[in-house]
Nanobody, 125 residues
Framework: VQLQASGGGLVRAGGSLRLSCAVSRRIFSSYAMGWFRQAPGKEREFVTAIRGRGGSTYYADSVKGRFTISRDNAKNTVYLQMNSLKPEDTAVYYC???????????????????WGQGTLVTVSS
């Protein structure tokens, strides 16, 4: 299974970006998809996740109301719409896929089975 993240770039504070993550296999619809980010010198942190079936979504408090995760199972793609970006959102963003996780585990990187290569988001002040 391959995950390909794209859409990162440089944006001013208050701006928007949309990240995409394309998944190579048709198992996509049965997997929960997550976005994590890692800033320089910091640990990887949970941003958001969406279940494969039903589409329940989960967000870190730091992005609630600003970021939206969605998925298109027909296109094997998950999206992260990021609005009202702040300089502290600057990080490499990774998409990841997991199967069979309970809700309390969706925010923990070690439980994810597959990872994309990351895409850099830089927010200038």
């Amino acid at each position: 299974v391959q995950l390909q993240a794209s859409g990162g770039g440089l944006v001013r504070a208050g701006g928007s970006l949309r990240l995409s993550c394309a998944v190579s296999r048709r198992i996509f619809s049965s997997y929960a998809m997550g976005w994590f980010r890692q800033a320089p010198g910091k640990e990887r942190e949970f941003v958001t996740a969406i279940r494969g079936r039903g589409g329940s979504t989960y967000y870190a408090d730091s992005v609630k109301g600003r970021f939206t995760i969605s998925r298109d199972n027909a296109k094997n793609t998950v999206y992260l719409q990021m609005n009202s970006l702040k300089p502290e959102d600057t990080a490499v963003y990774y998409c990841a896929a997991a199967k069979g996780l309970i809700s309390s585990s969706l925010g923990t990187p070690i439980w994810y089975d597959y990872w994309g290569q990351g895409t850099l988001v830089t927010v200038s002040s």
